[in-house]
């Protein structure tokens, strides 16, 4: 139980991560965006081109990897809840038998 807390904590730090690097991503694109309608030149505007689509390329990475842990996360949150829900059910169980009497002849 506690392995699968340790994996949903490292899960959604690396979504934290991810969506910070997809943010470093979109305010990079915002400056070129900038620089180019500030310069305008036609080399410039290959360039930069250039890394706006490298820049899409890394956020649509980022936002799939994103949706990969947040499916395992999920996936996850479902085995801890089976998980509780068996426990619940031994531990019934487990009160049955404890008050079961064996009769004696």
Same mark, same amino acid.
């Given at each position: 139980?506690?392995?699968?807390?340790?994996?949903?904590?490292?899960?959604?730090?690396?979504?934290?991560?991810?969506?910070?690097?997809?943010?470093?991503?979109?305010?990079?694109?915002?400056?070129?965006? !900038?620089?180019?309608? %500030? @310069?305008?030149?036609?080399? $410039?505007?290959?360039?930069? #081109?250039?890394?706006?689509?490298?820049? /899409? *390329?890394?956020? !649509?990475?980022?936002? %799939? @990897?994103?949706?990969?842990? $947040?499916?395992?996360?999920? #996936?996850?949150?479902?085995?801890?809840? /089976? *998980?509780?829900?068996?426990?619940?059910?031994?531990?019934?169980?487990?009160? $049955?038998?404890?008050?079961?009497?064996?009769?004696?002849?």
């Amino acid at each position: 139980m506690e392995k699968f807390k340790e994996k949903i904590t490292q899960l959604k730090l690396e979504i934290d991560t991810a969506n910070a690097r997809a943010d470093q991503a979109e305010q990079k694109l915002s400056e070129l965006t !900038a620089a180019l309608s %500030s @310069k305008g030149t036609f080399i $410039q505007l290959i360039f930069s #081109r250039n890394n706006v689509m490298s820049v /899409e *390329a890394k956020i !649509a990475g980022y936002q %799939s @990897k994103i949706a990969m842990l $947040q499916d395992e996360i999920a #996936r996850t949150e479902d085995r801890i809840s /089976e *998980a509780k829900q068996q426990q619940a059910e031994n531990d019934a169980l487990q009160g $049955q038998t404890d008050s079961y009497v064996v009769p004696t002849s």
